[in-house]
């Protein structure tokens, strides 16, 4: 049976960053290693930002699916109010720790981005991943990671539930229409060959 835990202190953030940037990382990899410039790079990277209460990634958003003690997946939510900030936080940090020789491409690349993702509204609540262990995927958990985020939204008392993926993924696109989301957006970024889509669920 599954179970949640939701990662309230930094210690637990600690225990479980590594895995939840591994996954992290599967949810986007060539994105990252884009955005990063080597797939090591961008895990280590990655787990700092979940590491970091400021990030876009902060594993105190974080809420694991647990069965019989084994963490199976992840998902990381915030208000939409909290977007904002922490992606000025995560641009500062790309910028700060980026080579020299990359520093131009990155700006390049974070621009074509920043054109074309749609913003997070104020009164959303958004869905920043949504990612299943390798070795735990196509037995529904996927799915039931997505209700708890959008039963948690509920409790929050938002009625508006946004989310962002990789027009390119087919599976993660059936999973989010299943559950009631819509494509609101869609735009591609030519120089990167990447579609992005925008997705909302109202209730």
């Known amino acids: 049976m599954i179970e949640f835990l939701q990662l309230q202190d930094a210690a637990a953030v600690e225990r479980w960053s590594a895995p939840i940037a591994e996954w992290v990382f599967a949810t986007g990899a060539e994105y990252f290693h884009m955005l990063f410039g080597d797939p090591e790079i961008a895990k280590r990277s990655l787990e700092s930002w979940i590491k970091h209460p400021n990030s876009e990634f902060s594993g105190l958003h974080a809420t694991l699916a647990m069965n019989n003690g084994r963490s199976i997946g992840v998902f990381i939510t915030m208000p939409g109010t909290e977007i904002p900030k922490r992606r000025l936080f995560d641009t500062l940090y790309l910028l700060k720790n980026c080579k020299s020789d990359r520093r131009l491409a990155l700006r ?34 996927g799915r039931q990671l997505l209700e708890q985020a959008i039963t948690a939204g509920a409790r929050a008392g938002f009625k508006r539930i946004r989310l962002d993926v990789n027009g390119n993924n087919a599976p993660a696109l059936h999973l989010y229409q299943d559950c009631g989301f819509k494509i609101i957006h869609e735009a591609t970024v030519p120089a990167f060959c990447h579609r992005v889509c925008a997705m909302l669920l109202e209730r």
């Open 108 to 141: 390049d690349f974070l621009s074509a981005f920043a054109n074309v993702l749609l913003p997070v509204g104020e009164s959303d609540f958004y869905l920043r991943t949504l990612a299943v262990g390798a070795e735990h995927r196509g037995r529904g958990y």
